[in-house]
């Protein structure tokens, strides 16, 4: 008796899981396009920053170039009034002039040690903090990868018990589970003209009474009548002269 009285269940399982797989899959692809754009916005995230922190580089090195010209002005305007030094009040007017160069002077080097120092700082301060905030609302977009879950658990078949739904339908059998182990309350009640042990007994767990044989009588008298399924030994009725039935 080949009959699973698990088959519906373990099919059902099959289909649960060949949906759990196409829906793994799908979260699995779209996780994967979510990486792919993580990787492109990263690689925007780093060319923006190289261009911020080469822009404030730039603006430093334009401060710089404007400084030195304007120190060169400053040079030449002096110079270019400069007078000879005649004593008394010219010269007093020469020292003034060049005080005033020299503190322009020192204003501008203030200016240009400003912009390669503490604002060149601040601008890649603000590029890195600019560029560290990008990657984290990048990342965020990325979510989590797909988890598989719990597997789906596939029922054992049960061919015993689809055999004693069988025995209940028909009332009678070609082929049945006979093993003693798996038979309770065994009563005989007779014996075959063969010379086969008939008896009266249910199957563990179920109340239904049956008649037949066992399994372990029939090998010693007929071994080709026997076969093991489930491990568990098993009689074909049609082999012996006793049809086994609900009683």
Known sequence: MCVDANAGARAAARQRQREKNAV??????????????????????????????????????????????????????YFSKKKVDEGGRSRKFGQKGLQNLLRQQTEIQGVVRNMFGRNLAYAQTGATRKFQAANARAREKLGVPAAYGA??????????????????????????????????????????????????????????????????????????????????????YSKIDVAMEVV
């Open 24 to 77: 793994f899959e799908q979260k699995r692809l779209q996780f994967f396009n979510k990486e792919t754009s993580l990787a492109r916005a990263q690689n925007r995230n780093i060319i923006g920053y190289g261009r911020d922190l080469s822009d404030a580089y730039v603006r430093a090195i334009y401060a710089q170039g404007k400084g030195r010209l304007r120190n060169q002005q400053l040079v030449a305007n």
């Open 151 to 236: 597997p789906v658990m596939m029922p054992p078949s049960d061919r015993f018990t689809g055999a004693l739904q069988v025995i209940s339908t028909v009332g009678s059998v070609v082929s049945a589970f006979s093993d003693i182990k798996l038979k309770e309350k065994v009563q005989e009640v007779g014996m075959s003209p063969k010379g086969y042990k008939i008896y009266e007994f249910n199957y563990k767990g179920n109340d239904t009474r049956y008649r037949g044989v066992m399994a372990q009588d029939v090998v010693k008298k007929n071994p080709m009548a026997v076969g093991i399924t489930d491990n568990y030994l098993t009689v074909d």
